[in-house]
């Protein structure tokens, strides 16, 4: 799994039919140091997030293990919300400054 922030979602009338239920969002991946990682991708969100929330997304064939996507073309889902992590004194919470 990898920690990521929901910074933006995409729109798309036009999809296949397995994508039609879901909503998507652009993620930004973070490093365990709590830092951007400069990496990006579209996530299928399978738990209702929204933007700005702190997530843990999975990628490759795990993206597509949950009840949700398991019949979905998805690469990189979105499977938990942090409310709070805590590494070496840096800590995210839920109501965090790092919004």
């Known amino acids: 799994m990898i920690i990521a922030r929901v910074i933006g979602n995409v729109v798309s ?18 490093n365990y140091a709590l830092e951007p990682a400069g990496k990006y991708e579209i996530a299928i969100d399978s738990i209702g997030v929204g933007i700005g929330d702190y997530v843990l997304t999975c990628s490759g064939s795990a ?4 009840e949700i996507t398991n019949k979905m ?26 919004k």
């Open 13 to 30: 009338v036009a999809k296949v039919n397995e994508l039609r239920p879901v909503e998507l969002y652009v993620v930004e991946f973070y």
């Open 63 to 66: 993206a597509r293990m949950s």
């Open 73 to 98: 073309p998805s690469d990189t889902t979105i499977m938990a919300r942090i409310d709070n992590f805590e590494l070496l004194k840096k800590e995210i919470k839920e109501d965090s400054a790092l």
